[in-house]
C-alpha cells in the first residue's frame, strides 16, 4: 500500500499555505497534486482581481459567503453573479476577474483539475 497515495488527508485554516497570487484576491492552498489545486479564496468588499487565467486548468468555484462577480469574454462583455450556495465552472484558459460587489468579504471554494502552473496573471480581457 502507497501510504502516501491511500492516505486521506485533512487541512485544517492553520494548514493552509498562500497559494498562486493574484492583485485583489487572498488565495490560500489546502492541497496540490500533479493534476489538482484546492483552496479557500477571500476577496474583500469592493476588490477587483486582476485579469488572469488558469492555462491548463478548469476550475469549479462553490461561493460560501457573500457575492461574486466574474467577468470574461471578449474585451470582458460578459458578466456572471452568483451566491452562496452556488457553483461556477470557468473552462481552460478562460481570461477572466473576479469582484465582490458586496457589504461583505466573499469566501469561496476552488478546485481546480489540469497539469502544470495554475495561475497566470495577464495584462487585460481576452481581444475583441
Not at 497534486?33 to 484546492?38: F, I, K, R, Y
Request: a negative charge.
Amino acid at each position: 500500500m502507497d501510504q502516501g497515495r491511500d492516505e486521506v488527508r485533512v487541512a485544517r485554516p492553520g494548514d493552509r499555505r498562500p497559494g498562486p497570487g493574484t492583485e485583489g484576491m487572498d488565495r490560500q492552498e489546502a492541497f496540490a497534486t500533479e493534476g489538482m489545486w484546492s483552496g479557500f479564496v477571500r476577496t474583500e468588499p469592493g476588490a477587483v482581481s486582476g485579469w488572469h487565467h488558469h492555462g491548463d486548468h478548469e476550475s469549479v468555484i462553490y461561493v460560501v459567503t457573500g457575492s461574486l462577480r466574474m467577468e470574461f469574454g471578449p474585451g470582458g462583455s460578459r458578466t456572471v453573479e452568483a451566491g452562496p450556495g452556488d457553483f461556477l465552472h470557468v473552462p481552460k484558459g478562460a481570461v477572466h476577474r473576479e469582484s465582490n460587489p458586496s457589504p461583505e468579504p466573499t469566501d469561496i471554494i476552488v478546485t481546480r483539475a489540469g497539469t502544470g502552473q495554475s495561475t497566470f496573471n495577464v495584462d487585460g480581457p481576452a481581444p475583441d
